[in-house]
């Protein structure tokens, strides 16, 4: 599964297009940190997904003041990972 994991090659090629993993909630309760909220394209997590819309809405999480805020930054968060 690593080598695998690494490599962008289509399946067919080696490469991949699913794999599970998990998180503990700690690992996950911050977008700013959490691995699978990324949409950095080659600086983000394996699968390397590239949503600049993505990377907009949590820097403007980490900004953010105010908890009703973040709040609805985290919704939109959501709702893109629904989407892809």
Do not use: C
Request: net charge neutral.
């Amino acid at each position: 599964m690593l080598v695998a994991r690494g490599s962008k090659e289509p399946p067919d090629k080696g490469g991949w297009n699913l794999f599970h993993t998990w998180w503990q909630a700690g690992d996950v309760v911050n977008p700013a940190v959490h691995f699978g909220v990324a949409g950095g394209g080659q600086r983000a997590y394996f699968g390397w997904p590239d949503i600049p819309q993505l990377e907009r809405l949590v820097a403007e999480w980490v900004r953010a003041s105010d908890q009703s805020q973040r709040k609805q930054l985290a919704e939109q968060v959501l709702s893109i990972g629904v989407q892809n």
